[in-house]
């Protein structure tokens, strides 16, 4: 299986700090070079109209870079950029692709990661061979770095040594693959992403055979229901609305731009604030709910496609939130994987009408949601998402769903998922080591 470890380093010193900024530095000022060549090419500019993307001269690049870098750094920022655009390229025939519908937004070329007046973003990679970590109650990591670079601070250390703060979710690995490091600028933190691959033994065995059902929605970012009668709700109001805020504050910044600039540092900063602040509380919520699913012994989960859904339910704003703030296939991504862990599968299928039918009478035409409640002349009344996804549940699985308990709420508040007041049990304290932070499991020491 291919997982992530993902964690805070701290530089031992004021000195590596400088290092390590000038690395991630370095490798930020190379990526843009080659892009830069790479984008002119592209839209035939600048002198080089005719000549492919393929055509830029990126070992003369790496050349400039690798006294700094070390050449195997250079070289691996080189290949990063090569794959960011052969991604690009592949959505692109994706999306203009009519029978694929994986792709539902024009994508763009390979972004700079910011420019020398308002500041680079320092972000950087480190070839799999060129780094090494060790787990235990000293952690540490070790990277090469250039002899320029060295020599730039007084340093006759070959290799930068940083502090790990944390545990690792796989700390046993049969391989590693490249490092990536950036600075986060939210909680002014080093942080780096170790992609590793382990044994399949790795993963839990489910429990039992019950089966649950997700309902993705606009407001409540994941309503559930098990065969086990239990179900789940995930406010994502407040989630939104700071994302919205956030949105708007871009947008104002924007429209400041003196003529032919289309984006600052301070925007570039909000870009990444939001999309971190959102993919922290994804993570979390996939934790959560997964914990609580392996609880009840559920081994399949049915998540809805959102196609059907947008095609009939379509709005400026649901399409925003679906498609921007909630990152549908990212989500889909990152519960897949996380389910991985504990033997669970989810399949996705059609969810379309689940939040119409009534499931006392089964009528579609003549419910009426407001809000969420689901009502019906029958005389049905009931949360609408929770209904849908109990619906949902029924549609796709042969086995009898037990009477539904009273459900459990949560909101986020930041850090955690934490249940509201007038659920059935009160908040719960929970700590977990991949979605929130560490103080201990630090190293110490001098490189040698």
Sequence with gaps: MKRTNTFAVRPLTDDGEQVLRDLLDASAALWNEINYQRLMRYNDEDGFEGEDVWDADTGALEGKYKGVLGASTAQ?????NTEAWRGFFENKKAYH?????????????????????????????????????????????????????????NSPKSRLRLEIVGDPNWPDYEDQSRLELWYDETDCTFRASQPVTVSDDAR???LASETAALDIGANNLVACTTTTGEQYLYDGRELFQRFRETTREIARLQSKLREGRYSSERIRRLYRKRTRRRDHAQEALCRDLLERLYGEGVDTVYIGGLTDVLETHWSVETNAKTHNFWAFKRFTERLVCTAEEYGISVEVRSEAWTSQECPQCGSADRTTRH?????????????????????????????AVRPMARPVRFQWDSHEWLEISHSHRPKEQRTDPSTVHHNGNVASGESA
């Design 204 to 206: 839990d065995t489910p």
């Design 76 to 80: 691996t920022v080189r290949r990063a």
């Design 97 to 153: 692709d009519e029978s694929n519908t994986s792709v539902t937004e024009h994508p763009e070329p390979p972004g700079f990661r910011g420019n020398e007046d308002d500041g680079r973003v320092l972000k950087g990679v480190v070839r799999k061979d060129a780094y090494t970590v060790e787990w235990g109650d000293r952690s540490r990591l070790e990277m090469v770095v250039g002899k320029e670079l060295r020599d730039r601070h």
């Design 371 to 399: 809000q969420d409640t689901l009502t019906c002349p029958c005389g049905f009344e009931g949360h609408a998402d929770l209904t849908a996804s109990e619906t949902f549940l029924t549609r796709h699985t042969e086995k």
